[in-house]
């Protein structure tokens, strides 16, 4: 007969608390002295903060500073409270006490997350202080921060506790503890960097970020972030001068912490589990569990074989070229093979505890040298079919291209006949494969390259499906100005694809029902200068480059054109997307205006954005910028430049999609301000949010 | 009662219990005696609820040993090599076993204080392993079990010290009806404890008996033979016969009156029974079953 099961032993507790005292002891001292400096600086009278200030502290704190810290201290803690079971003499004690094993993992567990949770308590109560001495003090904001706070502390330590049951190794408790955390990232990053080396069609890729809700930290700092709303105020004294205030701040997402934290705790639960089966006797060894062996062997090898095989491949055959060569299969093979065997005799060591694992170990071997194989054979051959790939009309949804400096979104039905014709031209992409690859390999050799012949090209493609999945390919081409005239090459088709009249049109989205200009702005790079444009402003504007465009003025994409020669000044415009089908996005266009583009120039001038002495092109100010430098610092300056060398990337940031994705996410996090309007427009009522992200507008050049 | 039967542990596919099977009666001290790597240590972690068994069962009282607190209350061992927390001195460790072991005696406690004469403020870490070995029993004695296990118990004592922790066992013992296993590969030591031993190697205990049985059961003696009598008879049953001058040690399976009327039909000059060692017994009982005795007592 079983009775008297206590599921928490106050003595235990006490003894945890006490032994660790350092740990715990020490971080919040550490942690204290933050809120402590800012007790001082207050008292002498140099900190003042309002409450709105206050929650962004506690919220960036939440959002950025507690996942990281608590990652790592409460691995700390669970190397202490659970140290007991990676030693054969401190296992037997506790399982020899009268307490079952229930009652030591609650009490354990408790006496732990109290260690996590004293230092960020003495840091709470610190920074309570401080807020009641600026007058700030604020329920809402500390209530959400204690809740997030003790909630990324449980999954902290919950995760901590789930690997501790996995190991019976005190050294490879914080192994597998950031192995857990970080795997999935690890694992994309490098899966996709090498199919992206294996996989014609996937050349740009280094990270997808399609898992990062496998590791909590990484999902947490993307997704959870504090949301400020900042006013413009006249500043005492100076009416005509204002300052941005913070007015208040509330914390996005932070639902996220709270299903991480459940997440957590069925850990937790699992951990459990793995305590009511461990056995005593796997003290010292590095798998707890005999099951899990062969994963840790295998897994092991496998993340070796793919990490280091990359590794050794590079430094042995590639010569750092990752960028411009796909992975050949032999040496590849090979290269993965010699690391997988490392780590397969390496984790073999670790768990025999010996160096005497070579006998034996040839079906092991086997295994590996197998799977190093048929992997590189499935993907470097393409078998799966997956380069070749090019979906069928009908199972789209929508799709996404970016190539010539722009964006498009085409629908079945509306776009039929466009879609057919970018299906045409991806499959000549695919068709010349061999011949893109060893230009792109032999580009070295290839000598200066004529630009006015020859250009760089990104062709980037996203097929959404019916099914919810999508097939994304980015390609990186190689056009060839003699080859454009030539049908059947993919250079002709890509250029006729894209100089299309619907295309053209498309470029501008000037009627397309679809797309509504949210926004937009006017770069004046030579007076370093920029102006918001009202909305009747934009719509003005957009009407001027359409006239344009039908007289020819716009809209004919050149391939190899000259940046030099358009003129430093340009147009920045961000549509939001009407269509139901298409997910809530705010794409940008970048218009650069040119010689010739009459009616636009003229709208400008009326709107009064525009003088004449703007009107210079990118050669004619790199020169001025040169003399002016030559005048500042005559002796840096003994090289000369040859103006027609100049690209817009020289001058400006580059377009990418990575410059619409800012701006998609900026009304969130833009505080909002009065806006800064054009003082001489003569009608500048309606205006859009000055944004930050109009540093890193596209440099779309058309 | 301590009672294990048939109980099988694996570790990574060696047998390191192989069926093994003991019974301690109530109230005695049973010593447990093998070489290194028999089994005996494995088979008291899983008395004391450290291991659980592949197969077989661990009891005592009739209740399951394995996740039962309110047994191991009744349980305190002293593993071969004790631990204690880092750097916990003799009275921290003494309020943790009180806070785990409800019978826990605070008095006895300052009465062993005057026995072992440690200062219970010194760090247990730098006290000698001998000094460890004596907080260890002072502990654990005061732990007031029921039953007391023992692993290679006074290792590290000195024969004072040793005869002192004996003494205070033996008093639980008789005073507390107090169960007491414990085990040893050496058996001399344990000859003038134990009331019963069990013997085990490879996994199994080989023999278990009470010293009475073995007693009654086994004889040496020393026979002077006339002197037409220059070997031992053939006739009679003997399990061991060695000479030294005209002196024949005889060791024989049955009781000493037994052995003595079995060597009268010889007109004996001396016929005498002497007490045999526990070493002895064994050595003569294992070997009569094909037994490598010599691997087993050292």
């Known amino acids: ?225 504090p949301n400020s709303v900042y006013v413009e105020r006249p500043i005492p004294g100076h009416p005509d001068i204002t300052e941005s205030v913070l007015q208040s701040v509330t914390l996005e997402k932070a639902w996220l912490i709270g299903v991480y934290m459940l997440v957590g705790l069925a850990l937790l639960g699992v951990a459990y589990a793995l305590y009511r089966y461990r056995k005593s006797e796997c003290a010292g060894e590095v798998i707890a569990m005999r099951w899990g062996r062969p994963v840790f062997r295998y897994g092991i090898s496998a993340l070796f074989a793919l990490g280091g095989g990359q590794l050794l491949y590079i430094l042995l055959f590639n010569s750092f070229d990752i960028d411009e060569s796909p992975y050949q299969v032999l040496p590849l093979i090979f290269c993965m093979f010699l690391s997988g065997a490392i780590g397969y005799y390496a984790t073999s060591m670790l768990l025999a505890k010996t160096s005497r694992v070579f006998k034996g170990s040839l079906r092991g071997l086997s295994i590996v040298a197998a799977g190093c194989v048929a992997v590189c054979c499935v993907v470097g051959f393409d078998l799966l079919g997956v380069a070749r790939r090019v979906p069928s009309a009908d199972s789209l949804k929508y799709i996404r291209l970016y190539t010539a400096n722009n964006t498009y979104y085409l629908l079945p039905g509306d776009d039929d006949a466009v879609i057919e014709e970018l299906r045409d031209v991806h499959k000549a992409i695919i068709a010349d494969r061999d011949y893109i ?266 | 009662m301590i009672q294990a039967e048939n109980v099988v542990k694996l570790f990574d596919g060696f047998r390191a219990l192989d069926g093994a099977s003991l019974t301690v009666p109530t109230g005695s001290v049973y010593g447990l005696v093998g070489p290194n790597g028999a089994g005996k240590s494995t088979i008291i972690r899983h008395l004391t609820g450290i291991y659980r068994q592949d197969s077989g069962t661990v009891r005592m009282n009739g209740e399951d040993v394995w996740e039962n607190p309110a047994l191991k209350e009744k349980i305190a061992a002293i593993p071969d090599d004790w631990f204690y927390f880092n750097p916990s001195t003799v009275r921290d460790m003494m309020r943790f076993y009180r806070g785990f072991y409800p019978k826990f005696s605070l008095e006895r406690y300052e009465k062993l204080k005057e026995v072992f004469q440690i200062d219970e403020k010194r760090v247990i870490r730098r006290l000698s392993k001998g000094m460890q070995k004596q907080v260890a029993f002072w502990l654990t004695l005061c732990c007031m079990p029921e039953f007391l296990i023992l692993d290679e118990p006074v290792d590290g004592l000195d024969p004072v010290m040793r005869r002192q922790v004996w003494s205070l066992v033996m008093g639980d013992v008789s005073q507390n009806g107090t169960t007491v296993l414990v085990s040893s590969h050496n058996l001399r030591e344990l000859e003038d404890v134990c009331d019963h031993v069990g013997i085990m190697d490879h996994g199994k205990v080989l023999l278990e008996r009470s010293l009475e049985q073995l007693q009654d059961n086994m004889v040496k003696l020393q026979v002077v033979f006339p002197e037409d009598v220059t070997e031992v008879p053939p006739e009679l049953p003997v399990l061991h016969a060695s000479k030294t001058g005209r002196v024949h040690t005889l060791i024989m399976r049955m009781n000493a009156s037994d052995a003595e009327e079995a060597v009268r039909a010889y007109r004996p000059l001396l016929a005498e029974a002497v007490p045999l060692t526990l070493e002895e017994i064994f050595i003569y009982e294992l070997g009569g079953v094909d037994y490598e005795v010599k691997n087993i007592l050292l």
């Open chain 1, 1 to 225: 007969m079983k009775s008297r099961t206590s599921f928490f032993n106050p003595t235990l507790y006490r003894k945890n608390l006490t032994r660790f005292w350092t740990l715990w002891g020490l971080t919040a001292f550490f942690g204290a002295l933050v809120p402590i400096s800012g007790i001082t600086m207050r008292l002498n009278g140099l900190l003042d903060m309002n409450a709105a200030e206050f929650a962004l502290l506690y919220y960036d704190g939440v959002c950025y500073f507690a996942p990281a810290a608590t990652l790592c201290y409460a691995i700390l803690c669970a190397q202490a409270v659970w140290s007991y079971l990676y030693n054969a003499r401190s296992v037997g004690m506790m399982h020899t006490l009268p307490i079952s094993r229930e009652g030591l993992f609650v009490t354990n567990f408790l006496s732990g997350l109290t260690m996590v949770a004293i230092p960020w308590a003495v840091v709470g109560v610190l920074c309570v202080i401080l807020s009641l001495m600026c007058g700030a003090f604020s329920w809402g904001p500390l209530f959400l921060t204690v809740l997030c706070v003790l909630a990324e502390g449980v999954l902290y330590f919950s995760t901590a506790t789930a690997a501790a049951f996995v190991t019976g190794n005190v050294f490879a408790l914080p192994a597998f503890y950031f192995l857990f955390h970080f795997l999935a990232p690890m694992l994309d990053a490098l899966i996709t960097t090498f199919s992206s080396n294996m996989i014609f069609g996937l050349s740009t890729r280094v990270y997808t970020g399609v898992v990062d809700w496998l590791s909590p930290t990484v999902y947490i700092m993307k997704n959870v972030s």
């Open chain 1, 437 to 702: 690859q060893n230009e792109l390999k032999n580009d070295s050799q290839k000598g200066e390259i004529d630009f006015t012949k020859n250009a760089y090209v990104t062709f980037r493609v996203c097929y959404y499906l019916k099914n919810g999945l999508s097939v994304y390919r980015d390609y990186f081409l190689w056009l060839d100005k003699d080859r454009m005239a030539e049908p059947g090459t993919y250079d002709n088709a890509l250029d006729r694809f894209i100089n299309s009249t619907e295309m053209k049109l498309r470029r501008l989205r000037f009627n397309d029902p679809r797309f509504k200009v949210e926004h937009g702005n006017i770069s004046l790079q030579l007076r370093d200068d920029g102006f918001e444009l009202s909305s009747r402003e934009l719509e003005e504007i957009l009407y001027a480059i359409s006239e344009d465009t039908k007289a020819g003025a716009w809209g004919q994409y050149d391939w190899f054109e000259n940046d030099a020669s358009t003129y430093a000044v340009y147009l920045n415009f961000w549509y939001g997307v009407q269509d139901s089908m298409i997910p809530r996005s705010i794409d940008n266009i970048a218009v650069y205006l040119r010689p010739g583009m009459t009616s636009t120039i003229n709208c400008l001038k009326k709107l009064g954005y525009l003088k004449d002495s703007d009107l210079i092109t990118r050669a004619e100010m790199q020169k001025i910028w040169e003399e002016r430098d030559k005048m500042l610092n005559p002796s840096d300056f003994s090289e000369e430049i040859d103006p027609s060398e100049i690209t817009l990337e020289d001058i400006v940031y580059p377009s990418d999609e990575v410059s619409t994705e800012t701006a998609a996410v900026f009304p969130q996090t833009a505080p909002v301000t009065e806006p800064v309007t054009n003082p001489n427009a003569p009608d500048s009522q309606d205006s859009s949010p000055q944004t930050p992200a109009e540093s890193s507008a596209a440099s779309s050049a058309n």
